[in-house]
C-alpha cells in the first residue's frame, strides 16, 4: 500500500528538533521492519508545503533552497515515491466543509486514486492514517529503601519501625 505522506510527517521526519521527530521516525522504523515492503510517497501539495512550512517562520531551514535540499536529503534517505495529480477538485469528500480542510480532502483522494492512504499527525483527517502516539514505559513503583529497625517515610523520624 501507498503512504501519502501528510507534510508534517515530513516536517517531523527531516528536522531532529521538531517535537513530533521521534514520534514519525519510531513509526516508520517499526513499519519499515513489520511491512514487507513500505511504499512512501509525496505529491506536489506536500512537497510545497513541505518547503513552504521549512522556510517560513518556523525556521527549520534558513531559506527556500535550504529546505529543498532537506527534502532531497529525506527522500533519499527514505525512498519515496512521487504521486501525480490529476484529481479534480470537484471530488471532495462530503466532510470537506471549510477553506481549511480543502488540501486534506484532496490529498486523501489523491492517495485513494493511488491505491493508497494519507499519513498525517494531524488528528483532524477523516480517513487518514494517524501515527499513533509513542508508548511510554509507565515508571515501575518503588518501595522507599528503609533499612532494618531505620526509620520510615510515615513515622517522620520521631521513631523506630520493627519490622
Same mark, same amino acid.
Given at each position: 500500500m501507498i503512504h501519502l505522506l501528510d507534510v508534517n510527517v515530513l516536517l517531523a521526519l527531516a528536522y531532529p528538533r521538531h517535537d513530533l521527530h521521534e514520534r514519525a521516525t519510531d513509526w516508520l522504523a517499526k513499519a519499515d521492519t513489520t511491512e514487507h515492503s513500505l511504499h512512501l510517497a509525496t505529491c506536489s501539495i506536500t512537497e510545497l508545503g513541505f518547503i513552504r512550512v521549512a522556510s517560513g517562520a518556523a525556521g527549520w531551514a534558513a531559506n527556500v533552497r535550504i529546505a529543498i535540499q532537506d527534502?532531497?536529503?529525506?527522500?533519499?534517505?527514505?525512498?519515496?515515491?512521487?504521486? @501525480?495529480?490529476?484529481?479534480?477538485?470537484?471530488?471532495?469528500? #462530503?466532510?470537506?466543509?471549510?477553506?481549511? *480542510?480543502? +488540501? #486534506?480532502? *484532496?490529498?486523501?483522494? =489523491?492517495?485513494?486514486? *493511488?491505491?493508497?492512504?494519507?499519513? +498525517?499527525? #494531524?488528528?483532524?483527517?477523516?480517513?487518514?492514517?494517524?501515527?499513533?502516539?509513542?508508548?511510554?514505559?509507565?515508571?515501575?513503583? *518503588? @518501595?522507599?529503601?528503609?533499612?532494618?529497625?531505620?526509620?520510615?517515610?510515615?513515622?517522620?523520624?520521631?521513631?523506630?519501625?520493627? =519490622?
Open positions: 527534502l532531497q536529503f529525506l527522500k533519499k534517505q527514505w525512498p519515496m515515491a512521487f504521486l @501525480e495529480d490529476g484529481v479534480p477538485g470537484s471530488q471532495l469528500d #462530503d466532510w470537506v466543509q471549510r477553506s481549511k *480542510h480543502v +488540501t #486534506d480532502g *484532496h490529498l486523501m483522494q =489523491l492517495a485513494a486514486a *493511488h491505491g493508497g492512504s494519507v499519513v +498525517t499527525l #494531524d488528528q483532524g483527517i477523516p480517513g487518514a492514517y494517524l501515527i499513533p502516539a509513542l508508548e511510554r514505559h509507565s515508571p515501575s513503583v *518503588h @518501595e522507599p529503601f528503609v533499612p532494618y529497625g531505620g526509620v520510615t517515610p510515615r513515622s517522620n523520624g520521631v521513631g523506630r519501625q520493627q =519490622l
